[in-house]
């Protein structure tokens, strides 16, 4: 299979965006949307309000484009964006009587779900961050081990071993709620 020829890097899209080319810009928002959107649903437990945090993320860093100082590190700058910006939402959602919060960053559960897929998503939002992180990203967001590793700075070696515990933690937190097997 042939390799597009003009393909950019992000350092190259960067350059080009911060002369104004808008369209550059863009194409690192749709390079990178649904990575920060894994990054955002694992500290806000819901889509929706990570959706909002990707928007102000991406809003952020075309502002603040001119301060990144190594346009090859695009994708962990946004990272970093993201996750400040999803951590500021959580705690102002914090703030609301209604908000169940283990923590400053701690994902926001949604109302509860009945049946297996709520007790999977409850599973998941009980999992560490760093493996709800690679959960999301993979299952949610649809990434292969090489993007998730780009994205997390991690090698696909790791995302999968990471994936493997997270699985099992799942499968163990299924089982002892009696969701792991049919009756």
Same mark, same amino acid.
């Given at each position: 299979m042939a390799h597009p020829v003009n393909v950019r890097t992000d350092a190259e899209l960067v350059e080009a965006a911060r002369g104004g080319d808008l369209a550059s810009f863009g194409e690192?928002? +749709?390079? *990178?949307?649904t990575a920060m959107l894994g990054v955002a649903r694992s500290?806000?437990?819901? $889509? *929706?309000?990570? =959706?909002?945090?990707? +928007? =102000?993320s991406f809003a952020v860093a075309c502002r603040d484009l001119g301060r990144l100082k190594r346009a090859e590190k695009f994708a962990? $700058?946004?990272? %970093?964006?993201?996750?400040n910006v999803a951590c500021g939402m959580a705690r102002s959602r914090l703030m609301r009587p209604s908000g169940r919060v283990e923590g400053v960053c701690a994902p926001i559960h949604e109302p509860s779900t009945d049946g297996v897929v709520g007790a999977v998503r409850r599973s998941v939002d009980r999992l560490p961050p760093s493996a709800r992180e690679v959960v999301l990203l993979r299952y949610f967001g649809r990434l292969s081990y090489e993007q998730i590793g780009d994205v997390l700075k991690i090698? !696909?070696? %790791?995302?999968?071993g &990471?994936? %493997?515990?997270? #699985? &099992? #933690?799942? =499968? #163990?937190?299924?089982?002892e709620n009696r969701l792991?097997?049919? !009756?």
């Open positions: 690192l928002y +749709q390079r *990178h949307y500290t806000l437990g819901d $889509w *929706h309000a990570a =959706e909002d945090a990707v +928007q =102000e962990t $700058w946004l990272r %970093a964006i993201c996750r090698s !696909p070696a %790791a995302v999968r &990471r994936l %493997a515990r997270a #699985k &099992r #933690k799942i =499968e #163990k937190d299924l089982r792991g097997r049919e !009756p």
